[in-house]
């Protein structure tokens, strides 16, 4: 990228987060909420970690990497830029929001997710989901484009069989799957889009859990729409599946 094209960039993503700043009084009110909802879905998960021990370590290693480096506070640093730069996509894709343990679970539950399952989630995060994934028994696999949210977490995740990968989601290895979780809510309609076609390689009858959106295309079949509890409120959780041609 040329340092003209770079600074346009920078003054897109400027513009992009500038639409996100809100007033003061609501900037409290929203403050307090996400700090409730963040108490409770910590006590819900660790009760939920509590009935299996063995992801007891992994879930407070990731918790442990959150309090020393909030996955939270985007900064475009060189290696944000190079990832942007790599995929195509803007600064305000990559903000972040976790899916809480019990929202998780009951998602996967919906989706028939199991002990002989394989869940992929593209734009995994710091793995938390992963550890939902695990606890049903099913193998868990993660993607994400930024290197430092897996490097924070690695060494918690592979003891407890969790399998998390720095890449871009929409070139990711899907051909084993029997789920794909995307928590895509900040992507653009072209990343989605990118996606979808990434997607048409899983096996028919695979099933997709979408946050927020749903997957606009007739060959991905809607079975059922859930609004859950995520760490900045409530959103819709679809359920669908792969029925092509
Ligand atoms: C909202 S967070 C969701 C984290 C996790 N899946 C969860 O629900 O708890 C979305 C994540 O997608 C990642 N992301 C954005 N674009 C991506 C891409 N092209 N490939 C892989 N990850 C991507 C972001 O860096 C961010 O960590």
Not at 101 to 126: C, K, N, P
Not at 152 to 178: F, H, M, N, Y
Not at 207 to 216: D, G, L
Not at 228 to 233: A, D, H, N, P, S
């Amino acid at each position: 990228m040329t340092p003209s094209l770079d600074s346009e960039a920078r003054k897109r993503d400027q513009e992009d987060l500038e639409g996100f700043e809100l007033p003061f009084f609501q900037k409290l009110v929203v403050l307090l909420w996400a700090l409730l909802v963040s108490i409770l879905a910590r006590l819900t998960d660790l009760v939920l970690v509590l009935g299996r021990p063995r992801l007891l370590r992994p879930y407070l290693g990731i918790w442990l990497a959150e309090r020393l480096r909030s996955p939270y506070r985007a900064r475009r640093t060189f290696e944000v830029v190079r990832a942007l730069r790599s995929t195509g996509q803007r600064f305000r894709e990559l903000i972040y929001g976790e899916t809480p343990l019990m929202t998780a679970l009951w998602a996967f539950r919906r989706a028939g997710l199991g002990a002989d399952s394989r869940l992929v989630d593209l734009g995994a995060g710091r793995g938390r989901v992963l550890i939902a994934a695990r606890w049903l028994g099913a193998e868990a696999v993660g993607v994400e484009l930024l290197a430092s949210h897996v490097e924070s977490v690695a060494k918690w995740l592979v003891p407890a069989g969790i399998t998390l990968e720095q890449g871009d989601a929409a070139r990711a290895e899907l051909s084993g799957a029997t789920h794909v979780f995307t928590n895509w809510l900040a992507l653009t309609p072209e990343t989605k889009a990118k996606l979808v076609e990434r997607f048409r390689t899983c096996a028919p009858g695979t099933r997709f859990i979408t946050v927020a959106h749903p997957i606009e295309a007739e060959d991905f079949v809607l079975r059922s729409r859930h609004r859950m509890l995520f760490t900045w409120g409530f959103e819709f959780v679809w359920i669908h599946e792969y029925r092509p041609g």
